[in-house]
């Protein structure tokens, strides 16, 4: 499974790109953020985002895009920012048809490194374990962007093969 993670934001835009499955070693395929100026209107400031997830997809074919889902925080600046990139990654893999899943920050550091309290230095670290590399990806949101993609090939396939069996068996998933 090819999944490309998405840590969305306005100013900085994590992505990343894991392959991978349950069980076995993942590999970093790629990571990057891609940024915005504060100082751009936020409408010019979307297309960028657009252009650059458009431009991920497009090279690394991905089969699944993780996106971490919004929550609330006391900024309302920061959330709507990060929810209108949210948004953005959404539309760019529902044009090719892919599926989206939606993974909690708190579900995230839980499934990557066993606390769903962990600061960023513990995800980054622990990205880095994960992923065999010489240096924890930086700035944060590129170790972000790695750690949605690496929870769902750990989560998100087994969740899957749930909901399939349910399929199979007349029921519906609980969640």
């Keep these: 499974m090819r999944v490309l993670g998405i840590d969305p934001g306005l100013t900085r835009c994590g992505v990343g790109v894991v392959d991978g499955e349950v069980g076995r070693p993942l590999t970093l395929v790629d990571v990057n953020v891609l940024r915005t100026s504060s100082t751009e209107p936020v409408p010019r400031r979307l297309v960028t985002i657009e252009k650059g997830i458009d431009a991920w997809l497009d090279e690394f074919e991905p089969d699944v895009v993780a996106i971490e889902r919004v929550f609330a925080r006391s900024d309302v600046s920061t959330v709507m920012g990060t929810a209108q990139a949210s948004g ?74 749930i909901d399939a069996a349910l399929a199979a068996a007349g029921r519906r998933s609980p969640a």
């Design 88 to 161: 953005i990654a959404m539309v760019c893999a529902a044009r090719r048809g892919l599926p989206v899943a939606m993974h909690t920050p708190s579900e995230v550091k839980a499934a990557v490194t066993g606390s769903g309290r962990a600061d960023k230095s513990q995800v980054g670290a622990m990205v880095t374990r994960i992923l065999r590399l010489s240096a924890p990806p930086k700035p944060a949101d590129a170790a972000d962007a790695l750690a949605l993609a690496i929870t769902h090939i750990w989560r998100g396939g087994a969740q899957a093969r």
